[in-house]
């Protein structure tokens, strides 16, 4: 059974604020923290299950305008900095190292993103030991034409609330949800398979992070970074978008992985889809063992008594 803890934040731009904090504990003084990527929030139980088979109190927050924590007033996804996101990740480690040795925070997609200018950001302070980024969300996957202008949004357009014609594609949310043959269950109102409008603002404020992190961050503790071993760019479902990642390009989360700081360990898995815990049983069962020897290796054993 889930624990829910609603986390109150200052008002933004739109208003009222809150972000949710789920959680699932064992009584471990290890515990691991999952923050979400775009169009997305948490209902990925059976990675939940499995850190807690090993013995690791699991957390996950929906953050701000996404999931359980979006409020009738508010627009999806819409933030001006990535640095928005902060407070909550604040508040939520806050909560777990009152009762944890050891954390871990598991990040996907634009989750990634933001989890690494984070941990930079908290360098030094011990909050974090490791970082688990599935599929971050580095740099944009669109023909160079595109990336330039949406460089253009550092301008005045990067305050500009309008949403961007950009078009929907459903090609992700059909690969993943059982109402077209894939084998995941959500909700499609927190998920929808076209995704959530793409603002200027938003877009603007995702590639100053990107930027941010070309030019270098300085994070602290080790990272693994996991993307999908092929990238396929269509607009349409294809039987390929399950054993392909369809959002981004795994050749630019390579690239700019070193970026992070001095211990990055990258691993490409081989049929993985965008989020690789969603990924067909035998891809997803090697992306938990590769996680379970990474954090063996790197995060659980470093002299940490307290650990199990």
Not at 235 to 252: G, K, N
Request: glycine residues 8%; aromatic residues 10%; hydrophobic residues 40%.
């Amino acid at each position: 059974m889930y624990e829910i803890t609603v986390l109150r934040m200052p008002a933004d731009f739109e208003g009222e604020v809150v972000a949710t904090l789920i959680s699932r504990r064992t009584g471990s003084r290890r515990a691991v923290l999952y923050i979400h990527g775009f169009t997305d929030y948490f209902f990925q139980d059976h990675l939940a299950e499995h850190y807690l088979a090993q013995g690791i109190d699991f957390y996950a927050l929906d953050l701000r305008k996404y999931g359980r924590s979006l409020l009738p007033h508010q627009t999806r996804g819409l933030i001006k900095s990535i640095t928005d996101y902060f407070p909550e990740i604040d508040e939520a480690v806050r909560i777990i190292r009152q009762d944890h040795d050891e954390l871990t925070v598991n990040a996907h997609s634009t989750g990634g993103l933001t989890a690494a200018l984070w941990a930079d950001r908290v360098r030094g302070r011990g909050l974090v030991d490791g970082l688990v980024l599935n599929s971050p969300f580095f740099d944009l996957n669109v023909p160079t034409p595109l990336r330039l202008a949406a460089d253009v949004l550092r301008g005045p357009l990067s305050y500009s609330a309008r949403a961007l014609p950009l078009g929907v594609s459903m090609a992700y949310g059909y690969s993943l949800h059982r109402d077209h043959g894939g084998e995941w269950d959500y909700d499609l109102e927190m998920k929808p398979h076209g995704g959530f409008a793409v603002h200027a603002m938003w877009l603007a404020a995702i590639r100053r992070a990107q930027r941010r992190l070309h030019g270098g961050l300085a994070v602290d503790v080790p990272v693994l970074v996991l993307s999908s071993s092929t990238g396929l760019r269509v607009r349409d479902f294809v039987p390929e978008a399950r054993s392909a990642d369809i959002v981004l390009d795994p050749r630019q989360i390579a690239r700019w992985a070193p970026c992070l700081g001095p211990h990055v360990t990258c691993v490409r898995v081989q049929d993985g889809v965008h989020d690789l815990v969603l990924s067909a049983e035998p891809v997803r069962k090697q992306v938990f063992a590769e996680i379970d020897r990474w954090m063996a290796a790197y995060v659980s054993y470093q002299g940490n008594e307290n650990s199990p």
